[in-house]
């Protein structure tokens, strides 16, 4: 199995690939452009990327692919959709950097309460400033907002009540039950996290429901002077919204991610947050801890293995979770050569479209039962032509 990794990941990915007896191309820089021509010279079978995006084109000109794995949590890098269209599998490498991302929730926590940044900037430019630098709130018995309570939330709030804070909390499938057992408060939205909270860090994955989810509304709602961090996603948040809030209620911002960020590594930059003194901004490096990385390419390698060695996907993230099916064929049948292509043949003829099928194999291998879900019409005719085949001891059809 060919495996192109197109961004820079740890040496132990590689050592456990060739292990498995994978081909590995490895072009860490890859991008745009570049990513297009080298998948359609390598023609792999498996795509490696970690912030590189992958539109598209990539996919439709990677004759050969199966498996892309995105090594991190998120995965709106992707072109998902596409790759569902193509029959190729996307999967992720969900909470292997969570304490690392939690751990640069709290940096930037602690940097906000204390001008941390500022201290620094100051004192390298020559500047004592201890009587301005010295007034401080304070964070314990402070109220911490946690949006989204996946890998990363759950970490975040461990690290919180370390600090002696009170925790509220929201995430579309929190409960005021999963609430208590976490031992935070509950919050119906997250507009009501926002009022309540004098800190709100957002967790949430990016998607077509999480876009914007910090808007206007949720701006207007937070407390003057409250502290707002965003870790996950710069499109879950309306930066007009943000700065607006800044600008009028003297809120402070700690951004991991925003709109608009550098494709490169390393280069010159310009940002009109960057210049704002309200904001501090870090280069997207909630995931980049050796710690982090390490647990994150053994786990694409352990994706990659197990599809190589099992044909399954760990982590996949685009098969469907219900199918179109309305029916289900079962078959009793002996287990001979070329009695299910006789069975599907009778579907093909009928019309009927599979959508989910598996075949068991009773002791001895002398009979089988094939479990076949498919869109279909309640025609019995074509179960007693199905049951007619020859080596077919019976099939019944049940509606969904």
Not at 181 to 186: F, P, Q, S, T
Not at 383 to 400: C, G, K, N, Q, S
Request: charged share 20%.
């Amino acid at each position: 199995m060919k495996v192109l990794l197109a961004d820079t990941l740890s040496d132990s990915v590689v050592s456990a690939l060739e292990d498995a007896k994978c081909v590995i191309v490895s072009e860490p820089s890859l991008k745009g452009e570049a990513l297009t021509r080298a998948l359609s010279e390598h023609d792999p079978q498996v795509l490696v990327v970690r912030s590189t995006r992958v539109t598209s084109e990539d996919i439709q000109t990677a004759a050969g692919l199966e498996l892309i794995v995105r090594a991190g949590a998120g995965y709106d890098t992707i072109d998902v959709a596409a790759a569902s269209g193509k029959g190729v599998f996307v999967a992720n490498c969900p909470g292997k950097n969570a304490s690392a991302v939690a751990e640069l929730t709290v940096g930037l926590l602690l940097s906000l309460d204390r001008f941390i940044p500022d201290n620094v900037m100051d004192a390298r430019a020559g500047t004592w400033n201890k009587a301005g630098y010295a007034k401080a709130a304070g964070v314990k018995g402070r109220m911490f907002g946690v949006i989204g309570t996946g890998n990363i939330g759950k970490e975040v709030i461990k690290r919180v009540k370390a600090f002696d804070m009170n925790i509220v909390a929201w995430s579309r499938s929190l409960t005021p039950g999963k609430a208590a057992d976490l031992g935070v408060a509950y919050a119906s939205t997250p507009e009501e996290v926002a009022a309540t909270a004098d800190v709100v860090s957002l967790h949430c994955a990016a998607t077509p429901d999480t876009k914007e989810l910090a808007n206007e509304a949720f701006f207007e709602a937070m407390k003057p002077g409250a502290f707002f961090i965003n870790t996950t996603r710069g499109s879950v948040v309306n930066e007009e919204a943000m700065l607006s809030a800044i600008a009028s209620k003297g809120v402070r911002v700690g951004l991991d991610v925003f709109s608009n960020e550098p494709a490169a590594k390393s280069g010159p930059f310009e940002h009109p947050l960057a210049g704002n003194p309200s904001v501090y901004l870090t280069h997207h490096i909630g995931a980049s801890t050796q710690q982090a990385q390490e647990a994150i390419a053994a786990e694409a390698a352990r994706v990659i293995i197990t599809y190589a060695q099992d044909g399954e996907v760990p982590n996949c993230v685009n098969l469907a979770t219900q199918t179109p099916a309305t029916h289900q064929l079962t078959v009793r049948h002996k287990d001979k050569v070329g009695v299910l292509s006789k069975v599907l043949n009778e579907i093909s003829v009928a019309n009927w479209n599979v959508q989910e099928m598996e075949n068991v194999i009773f002791d001895h291998a002398k009979a089988a039962c094939a479990y076949i879900r498919v869109d279909a019409t309640d025609d019995q005719s074509v179960v007693h032509r199905i049951a007619a085949l020859d080596d077919v001891f019976a099939a019944t059809l049940i509606e969904l």
